[in-house]
T-cell receptor, first 114, second 110 residues
Framework: ETGVTQSPTHLIKTRGQQVTLRCSSQ?????VSWYQQALGQGPQFIFQ???????GRGNFPPRFSGLQFPNYSSELNVNALELDDSALYLC?????????????FGEGSRLTVL | EDQVTQSPEALRLQEGESSSLNCSYT??????LFWYRQDPGKGPEFLFT???AGEEKEKERLKATLTKKESFLHITAPKPEDSATYLC???????????FGTGTLLAVQP
């Protein structure tokens, strides 16, 4: 059983640019959640996708958007990057919506915005 | 507003020195409280889910307990490999998100 994989692992962008982060969910999982983790903080919920539909969103502006594909992989897109977007972006998959609580996290994509 | 507070922020223990980490929470309609472990540069790893006050879960040297206002993660006779950040999260109300605390950074010295 393959785990959650994310790409790229590290990237550097400049303010105003756009970025796309990718996530392959664990085999058999149909729900993907994205979290942002700033240095020294806990993860903050961005949004969740269930069967290709957005299924909940945190307090993030519309320039944070996402997609889930038929194979349940997912993308996180961030437009008009700001310095405060520098963080570890975590993807988590699960078999159901978060009621089960057991999220399987990838190792994250470390984004630095200069 | 749903909130999770973890204490202490950091804890240094000698190998074999037992201790507890605290997670206090306010949430409307708790649907679950979760403990995760996070190693540097990695994603969180699921440890436990607790659903109701009085519930306890154990795994090796770790035991998690839950009351109506807080949860404790007890670490018995820790080893250096237990060093990590321990995150607490709650799921409440009608949302599909976990609300995480800022974590406790545990360092166990040999």
């Amino acid at each position: 059983e393959t785990g959650v994989t994310q790409s790229p692992t590290h990237l550097i962008k400049t303010r105003g640019q756009q970025v796309t982060l990718r996530c392959s969910s664990q085999s058999g999982h149909n729900t993907v959640s994205w979290y942002q983790q700033a240095l020294g903080q806990g993860p903050q919920f961005i949004f969740q996708y269930y069967r290709e539909e957005e299924n909940g969103r945190g307090n993030f502006p519309p320039r944070f958007s996402g997609l889930q594909f038929p194979n349940y992989s997912s993308e996180l897109n961030v437009n008009a990057l700001e310095l405060d977007d520098s963080a570890l972006y975590l993807c988590a998959s699960s078999s159901y919506r978060v009621d089960t609580g057991e999220l399987f996290f990838g190792e994250g994509s470390r984004l630095t915005v200069l | 507003e749903d909130q999770v507070t973890q204490s202490p922020e950091a804890l240094r223990l000698q190998e074999g020195e037992s201790s507890s980490l605290n997670c206090s929470y306010t949430v409307s309609g708790l649907r679950g409280l979760f403990w995760y472990r996070q190693d540097p540069g990695k994603g969180p790893e699921f440890l436990f889910t607790l659903y109701s006050a009085g519930e306890e879960k154990e795994k090796e040297r770790l035991k998690a307990t839950l009351t109506k206002k807080e949860s404790f993660l007890h670490i018995t006779a820790p080893k250096p490999e237990d060093s990590a950040t321990y995150l607490c999260a709650v799921h409440g109300g009608a949302t599909n998100k976990l609300i995480f605390g800022t974590g406790t950074l545990l360092a166990v010295q040999p």
